[in-house]
């Protein structure tokens, strides 16, 4: 396999891009390494965030690792579901996620059930627990996408843009190679490569406007939860623009429409339909932000 991965308009040269990192013989994936530093910071947040809003971090935090346990499993679960075909001759291979795999969506959607379960079993209000929650998703999420980055995966069709990246063909999933990327691959050094939209950088750079929104905005919610609707309608209207760029979708079985697209979507009218709805029932009422209640 070759390890490079290029950046041509940009200049930028990675000769040496491996997939995973050896010590004392034991080999661990860098996609694993980077979910786990992005678990870590995003508990940290989450407890920074429990104090603000006057809560016990120590609680939120129980609530943060089971959530993430479940997450995990929903965001597997998700992705074999809609990728079935890919795992049917080898079930035994639904288990391995070192080499991708996980879909956000599942894991969002896994793991609002598990924060409203668990946030009951601790008698936590769910509104208060959601709201810590909301700012912890996007830094899973930006760090989560550099690990697409050293899978080759998750990346768009071809671009000659400002960011097109170089990717060669030895070390990407033949079947998300397009005829239009063949038609526009090139020779390097006795190499072929693909040049695809950076799809995975882009939902990356798009997290960072988000995390940087919710903190500005996060002692302006009217109710417990509404800054986590603002996360759901955020991100889903960011991924809703990329997801279209993308060659490995999830599609509705039976047709050619993106499942996220239509999960974004959806997180895109709840976001703002249901924050609409919070502001309104909360109108009346005295307190201001929910982080001041």
């Excluded at 979910?35 to 104090?51: H, N, Y």
């Excluded at 929104?213 to 955020?234: C, H, M, N, P």
């Excluded at 490995?248 to 050619?256: E, N």
Aim: one cysteine or more.
């Amino acid at each position: 396999m070759d390890y490079n991965i290029n950046f041509p308009n940009l200049g930028i040269y990675l000769p040496h891009v491996g997939k995973n990192l050896s010590i004392g013989g034991f080999t661990i994936a860098y996609y694993g390494i980077v979910i786990a530093v992005g678990m870590l910071l995003a508990s940290q947040v989450v407890m920074w965030r429990a104090k603000e809003l006057g809560e016990n971090p120590d609680d939120y935090l129980d609530v943060f690792l089971v959530t993430i346990v479940v997450g995990i499993i929903g965001a597997r679960v998700y992705y074999v579901v809609f990728a079935w075909d890919a795992y049917k001759d080898d079930i035994l291979s639904v288990f391995n996620i070192r080499e991708g795999g996980l879909a956000i969506y599942g894991g969002i959607i896994f793991g609002i059930l598990a924060i409203y379960f668990m946030s009951r079993f601790k008698k936590i209000k769910p509104g208060k627990a959601f709201e810590a929650a909301a700012m912890a998703v996007p830094i899973g999420q930006i760090l989560g996408r550099w690990g697409n980055f050293f899978n080759r995966e998750a990346f768009g069709g071809y671009t000659d843009s400002l960011f097109a990246m170089q990717l060669p063909v030895s070390a990407v999933r033949q079947h998300e190679i397009t005829a239009e990327m063949w038609e526009h691959a090139a020779e390097l050094d006795g190499i072929t490569y693909i040049q695809v939209h950076p799809t995975f950088l882009y939902e990356s750079v798009w997290n960072v406007g988000v995390l940087i929104f919710l903190f500005l905005v996060r002692k302006k919610t009217k109710f417990d939860g509404e800054l986590f609707l603002w996360y759901l309608a955020a991100y889903g209207f960011g991924r809703f623009l990329i997801e279209p760029l993308r060659t490995d979708q999830l599609l509705v079985p039976g047709t050619a429409i993106p499942v996220s697209m239509i999960v974004a979507a959806v997180c895109v009218a709840c976001g703002i339909g249901f924050s609409i709805l919070g502001r309104k029932r909360a109108g009346g009422q005295s307190g201001g932000s929910a982080s001041q209640k």
